[in-house]
């Protein structure tokens, strides 16, 4: 097989850095129609465009008419055959500049970065994890050499390597609620490192598995300057969400609250029972705590939610000045925003929630499959 | 493991652990050597496959039919289709349309002319599958005093055999147009994925 000269692979890392840092691009994404208009790579400095391989066997021509010929361009499909092929025929045709996404929208869904959200008071810091092909966020509070990961994905050696990198032991994995949108390596991350996991006992009980329970009043500490986790019984997404209070400082929100969007709390197929619960915890709870708490959510919905280095947050005097899901004053209306026409449920999302509980153990292969796409937790994602 | 009854296809491809693209590459120079009418199995185990061949088929205008799940193997039927078969030919005057035969049905004799693979992927209810090429030899099975609604996919097929049916005397004879392509009425089929 020839190499074409002049081409490159490109790794999920390289693109976030791209995305993030607002460089412009040019993407050939050769999927079917279908999946790209499921879920896409977006920036605000990104340029898309869809042209499946199959319509570009003979030639490219079609594709090569479509794209603007003095910006960097780089093609992308499901795994990275259709994105290497489609490219050396570019790159033969004479375009220059081209790229393929290494390992294509299965690696963009698992690449996580990590940015430091702050310092705690004792020393400590706190980390976020952005997962931003699929709008999914992690966090990891380290002080004194111990490390608490709140949220974990399925990709559990980076968070292992992480706290490695920072001299810290993971004492605590805690999951906000069952997640139905990804696979919750929080379970696994614990037994690989002896850690203790955590859920809210009214999303556990068809769990089969040991866990500790999370409930208010019990607070949990990480280090030996005692930074504390305060959980916080916050239903409405599911009837278990739990929100966490780090350091007095910053308020891990789950999927309840988002910066620009609420939960959805129809995944577990009880929306019409939840939407009390939501409105109580968004409406009431949440007005009862400090309004200058840094609020840290577990999913955003669009790159515009990606502050600085890719950060997601913002205060929660903000979001209740901002976030239109926290400015409906009619019950009914809220009643209908977050239980009508919401966007389509996220990609096997019941077999996502029996794999959290336990019930199910699909392999690597079918967990990656399981995740495709978008995460699809909020009331106001398309 | 449950096994399916054979389809006939005319030529199978064996694309089993190839990743995408190779199943469609393979299968479009594949299709290229075929005639029309004719039927491809393509055998992969890229479970992308299934959305590409879909969409390939559709962006060709070649005829998908459907695909089978054995195991780990998917099993993708797809007919070649010619340019002229989309365009509508006027030969055999009596017609009824789909919705009129939709009507009808429980009262007439269906007799669906496409070939055994397109009839297992979807078909009407009770219809009787000759398909058009064997329909000279196998006349004996019908009878010439039914009504008879005759289809295939887009009225081409339908239409020759309404004038063969014709031919040999049968005296209630209906061209049913267009045919399975735009029938939005009952269906079943031998497979579910």
Redesign the interface.
Known sequence: MTTASGLRPMAAGELTKIVLNKEELFILDVR????FDDWKIEGESVEIINI????L?DSVDQALEQIPSDKRLLVV???E??SK?VAEQLVEAGRTNVSYLEGGMKSWSEHLEPVKIGDLKDGGSLYQFVRIGKGCLSYMVISSGEAAVIDTFRMTDVFERFAREQGATIKHTLDTHLHADHISGGRKLAEQTGATYWLPPKDATEVTFPYEKLEEGRDITVGNTKIKIQPIYSPGHTVGSTSFIVDDEYLLTGDILFIESIGRPDLAGKAEDWVGDLRNTLYNRYKGLAQDLIVLPAHFGKVTELGEGGRVMARLSDLYRDNPGLNIQDEETFRRTVTVNLPPQPNAYQEIRQTNMGKITPNEDEQR?MEIGPNRCAVHDK | MTTHPEIKADQTLDCKGLACPMPIVKTKKAMDQLQSGQVIEVQATDKGSLADIQGWAKNTGHQYLGTIQDGNVLRHFIRKSSADEIKEEKKYPHTVTNEELEKKLGNVTVLDVREPAEYAFNRIPGAVSIPLGELEERLGELNPDDDIHVVCRTGTRSDLACQLLAEKGFKNVKNVKPGMYGWSGPTEKDFQI
């Open positions: 079917n129609q279908s999946d499946p391989y199959f319509d066997l499909c499901a795994k055959g259709s092929f499959e």
